[in-house]
T-cell receptor
Framework: GAVVSQHPSWVICKSGTSVKIECRSL??????MFWYRQFPKQSLMLMAT?????????EQGVEKDKFLINHASLTLSTLTVTSAHPEDSSFYIC?????????FGSGTRLTVV | QQPVQSPQAVILREGEDAVINCSSS?????VHWYRQKHGEAPVFLMI?????EQKGHDKISASFNEKKQQSSLYLTASQLSYSGTYFC???????????FGTGTKLQVIP
C-alpha cells in the first residue's frame, strides 16, 4: 500500500518551454506532498510543500513563479517548471508523509536542451 | 541546515558490518533513514521518534540520541543488495518537513 505514482519518468525539453510533472497518491489521500530536487551526486533538497486546496510553501531560494505547484485534489499534486533552462536539469521527486514514514514517487529526470 | 553524515563513503566486503552516523545542529523531532539506488528514488527504511528509541528489522537497525541530536544506522552482515547511498532525514518540528543529510555511499563487494 501507500504508493505514489509520478509521471513522466523522464522528459527532454527545449530551453524556454514548460514541463509539468504529476504526482498521484494511488491508495491513500495526501493532504500534503513534498517536492524535492536532486542534482547528480548530491542530496535531495526540499523545494516546496504542496498543500491541498491552498498555496504551496516554498523553501528559501526557490522561485515560486518558476516552479508552479498545484494541489487541487487529495490525490494529485503537480509541479510545472516554467521557461525551463539547462540549469533546471535535475531529478525531481515528490513524496507524501504517512503515519509511519514517507513514500516517494519514482522521480522524474528532466533534461533541458 | 543540512544534517551531516559520516562517513561520506565506505566499501565493505559481504558479511562485514557498517555504521553510518547522522548529526544535526537543530533539535530533532524525528529521524528517518533512506536508501537510494543509482537512478532511483529513495526508499524509506525506518523512522525514529524522539525519546531515544532504537529500531531495527532484519540486519538493519538504528538509534536516535535526541540530546546529542544524532542518529546512527547499523548494517550487520552486509549483503550485496545493501549497496547504495544512505540518507538520513530529519524533522525538527513534527510538521513532516524532512531535511535530508549529506549522504553516505555504501558499496558492498563480494
Amino acid at each position: 500500500g501507500a504508493v505514489v505514482s509520478q509521471h513522466p519518468s523522464w522528459v527532454i525539453c527545449k530551453s524556454g518551454t514548460s514541463v509539468k510533472i504529476e504526482c498521484r497518491s494511488l491508495d491513500f489521500q495526501a493532504t500534503t506532498m513534498f517536492w524535492y530536487r536532486q542534482f547528480p551526486k548530491q542530496s535531495l533538497m526540499l523545494m516546496a510543500t504542496s498543500n491541498e486546496g491552498s498555496k504551496a510553501t516554498y523553501e528559501q531560494g526557490v522561485e515560486k513563479d518558476k516552479f508552479l505547484i498545484n494541489h487541487a485534489s487529495l490525490t494529485l499534486s503537480t509541479l510545472t517548471v516554467t521557461s525551463a533552462h539547462p540549469e533546471d536539469s535535475s531529478f525531481y521527486i515528490c513524496s507524501a508523509g504517512l503515519n509511519y514514514g514517507y513514500t516517494f514517487g519514482s522521480g522524474t529526470r528532466l533534461t533541458v536542451v | 541546515q543540512q544534517p551531516v553524515q559520516s562517513p561520506q563513503a565506505v566499501i565493505l566486503r559481504e558479511g562485514e558490518d557498517a555504521v553510518i552516523n547522522c548529526s544535526s545542529s537543530k533539535a530533532l523531532y524525528s529521524v528517518h533513514w533512506y536508501r537510494q539506488k543509482h537512478g532511483e528514488a529513495p526508499v524509506f527504511l525506518m523512522i525514529l521518534l524522539k525519546g531515544g528509541e532504537q529500531k531495527g528489522h532484519d540486519k538493519i537497525s538504528a538509534s536516535f540520541n535526541e540530546k546529542k541530536q544524532q542518529s546512527s544506522l547499523y548494517l550487520t552482515a552486509s549483503q550485496l543488495s545493501y549497496s547504495g547511498t544512505y540518507f538520513c532525514g530529519t524533522d525538527s518540528g513534527g510538521y513532516q518537513k524532512v531535511t535530508f543529510g549529506t549522504g553516505t555511499k555504501l558499496q558492498v563487494i563480494p
